[in-house]
Nanobody
């Protein structure tokens, strides 16, 4: 019912920049929030940044000042822009979208994940 298309992952050098895009498609009534999570080897999945329908934004402390999350509500798309990347940013990044399929049924969708590697 809801499909998430992720793009932008890859290999970047330390200090470099990268943008991740997630687009939601399918049949749904309303999106409440979209964001990005990440999981490094041996670690639990953690929030990177999220933006809700009202424009409220939350960032993980480790990326504050280095990341910007934005949205295009008309296209159901969220963009995460990161700069000054560090090796510890290396992880699989997952798009997350929450909302309503109809007036009563909620959904919590996850993308397949895209690899981000920060290395020389």
């Amino acid at each position: 019912q809801v499909q998430l298309m992720e793009s932008g992952g890859g290999l970047v050098q330390p200090g470099g920049s990268l943008s991740l895009t997630c687009a939601a498609s399918g049949s749904f009534f309303r999106i409440v929030a979209m964001g990005w999570y990440r999981q490094a080897p041996g670690n639990e999945r953690e929030l990177v940044a999220t933006i809700n329908a009202g424009g409220g934004i939350a960032y993980q402390d480790s990326v504050k000042g280095r990341a910007t999350i934005s949205r295009d509500n008309a296209k159901n798309t969220v963009l995460l822009q990161m700069h000054s990347l560090k090796p510890e940013d290396t992880a699989v990044y997952y798009c997350n979208t929450r909302g309503y399929l109809d007036y009563t049924e909620v959904f919590d969708a996850w993308g397949q994940g895209t690899q981000v590697t920060v290395s020389s």
